[in-house]
């Protein structure tokens, strides 16, 4: 029988969700497999079972010395049928692809940082911090890898990104009790928008520095990308927003420390990429994550319910009240290019 060389295509949250299925079949077979990642091998570096395994596409010679002696399998999760009825997520559905046993309960990804990325993860936020004058940070990731900039605008036709107008505002809002860390592939000229507060936008990171830094964090808040799957692999507590696409394929609305917000749900039809195009949903779906200004307030209110929860478990009624306190003061101003809070 030979052996297999598994090709990984797609993003680098693909890759993620694909490790624990690989670790199972390392533990489960004797099969001397390799894994071909089109996107990158980020996120395999360093893994103990995985990384003398994987391989990027260019690799000199890959496919004489690698491939040709191979069957090469291709898993989809999208097309494992466990998945488009919203019975499983990535990480089930990699499994079910790899290993053939059905869904079953698989241990979180795990992503090893060396020294050096851990530094760069803890001196920004050291960094942070201190240019803040606030304790706790928040890594805030508003858009996936659907957006796109039209000169002013940024949008997400696939209804997985917020709204620029709402990202504004949740910069605004948090950045009353959090420094703000924005992770993002556009920089955006916050003082245009008449936002004074200091926001970290770090630039020329890699992704994994990027999980350094979520790592480091103490809160993650974002949308259906990246960002919450290192969020969930590094234990770390979050809020994540969903639109066109159900928590239930996408994110882990079982892991305790997450606080999914639902955008889509009733209004939103499933998305069968990677099956078929299908311009009905996508027209459906265009604009499901934009908010009014009550549901943004309920959504902060979610994210300092659950940092509380998560900060300071023994005290995180109090930890609550005091958030909502300051809410409600509604005295305090901004200091015009400090973005320090007064009364």
């Known amino acids: 029988m030979r052996s297999k060389a598994f090709f990984i295509n797609g993003g680098a949250g693909r890759v993620i969700c694909s490790i ?21 091998t980020d996120f395999y570096k360093g893994h103990p079972l995985l990384h003398n395994k994987v391989y990027d596409h260019w690799h000199k010679d890959l496919f004489v010395d690698k491939i040709k002696n191979r069957d090469i399998e291709t898993p989809e999760p999208y097309r494992i049928w466990e998945y488009y009825n919203q019975k499983c997520n990535l990480s089930e559905a990699f499994d079910i692809a790899i290993n053939k046993k059905g869904k079953r309960k698989l241990d979180k990804p795990t992503i090893y940082f060396n020294s050096d990325e851990t530094i760069i993860g803890k001196n920004l936020i050291k960094e942070v911090t201190e240019k803040t004058e606030k304790e706790n940070t928040i890594v805030f990731q508003p858009f996936g ?7 002013n605008f940024i949008i997400d036709s696939s209804g997985r990104s917020f709204d620029f107008n709402n990202v504004l505002e949740f910069i605004k809002k948090l950045g009353k009790d959090f420094g703000i860390i924005l992770m993002s ?10 936002i004074n507060i200091p926001v970290a936008q770090p630039r020329d990171l890699n992704i994994r520095q990027w999980a350094s830094i979520i790592k480091e964090s103490s809160y993650f808040f974002g ?13 770390k507590p979050g809020t994540v927003v969903v639109g066109s696409t159900f928590a239930e394929n996408i994110s882990y609305p079982d892991y305790e420390k997450f606080d999914i917000q639902d955008m889509g749900e009733g209004k939103r039809i499933y998305d069968p990429i990677r099956i078929t195009m299908d ?8 604009g499901i994550m934009r908010m009014n200004d009550l549901i943004e307030d309920v959504i902060i209110k979610s994210i300092k319910t659950n940092f509380a929860k998560w900060h300071n478990i023994e005290n995180n009624v109090n930890k609550v009240v005091k958030f909502e306190q300051i809410e409600k003061k509604n005295t305090f101003k901004l200091q015009t ?3 320090i809070i007064e009364k």
């Open 337 to 339: 290019g400090t973005g």
């Open 185 to 194: 592939e556009f920089p955006l000229n916050l003082e245009a928008e008449g």
């Open 20 to 40: 624990p299925a690989f670790e199972k079949y390392a533990e489960e077979t004797d099969d001397d497999f390799i894994i071909v990642s089109e996107g990158g």
């Open 145 to 151: 890898r659907g957006v796109q900039s039209h000169g």
């Open 223 to 235: 949308c259906d990308s990246v960002g919450q799957h290192i969020a969930y692999s590094c234990n």
């Open 279 to 286: 311009e009905v949903c996508n027209r459906n779906n265009d």
